[in-house]
C-alpha cells in the first residue's frame, strides 16, 4: 500500500520533517543586480579591441554617471594613464562618497568586479587612456573581500 493514514501524533513529525527541508529548495537565492559595464557611455570612446584587451579613451564631463561595474580589470599605459588632470566624485552602492583629485600622468589600476558611481566635477574634464585586459570575472571582488572598493589612483607607497 502506498498510502496510510497518518496519526495526530506522527503529523507533528511528518509535517516538519519530511516537508521542512523542501522549503529550502522552494525560497530563490537573492539574485544579483547586473549593472552596466562602465563603457562605453558618454566622453568615453573605444580606440582599440582585441581578443585580449579593450584600450578606452576616456573624459569625465562634468556630470553623473550611472551605476555601474567594470567587468574587466584596467591598468595604465607606460608611466601615465591620466593625460589630464581633473576632479570626480565616485560612490559606493552603499553611498560612501569620495573626493578624487588626479594629476595628470598619475596611473590606475583597477580589479574587475568594483561597482560604484562617478560623478565628474572639473570644469576642464579629467581625460585618460585606460587599458581593460579581458578575462573571465570570476575572481570579481566581492563584498567581504579585502580587495579595496574603489580604485587606486595614486601613486603605490
Known sequence: ?????????????????????????????????????????????????NQHVIVWNISWLKQEYPIHRHRYPHTGVYSGVYYSAGDRVTASLEGEARDVITDAWNISFQPSGVTHTATGVSDEPLQAIFIQIKRDTQNAVGENSGIPAFPIDSPLD
Open 1 to 49: 500500500m502506498f498510502f496510510r493514514v497518518i496519526s495526530k501524533d506522527e503529523s507533528f513529525y511528518f509535517n516538519y520533517l519530511y516537508f521542512f527541508p523542501c522549503y529550502f529548495f522552494l525560497v530563490p537565492a537573492p539574485a544579483q543586480v547586473e549593472y552596466p559595464p562602465a563603457y562605453p557611455r558618454a566622453g568615453a570612446g573605444k580606440a582599440l579591441e
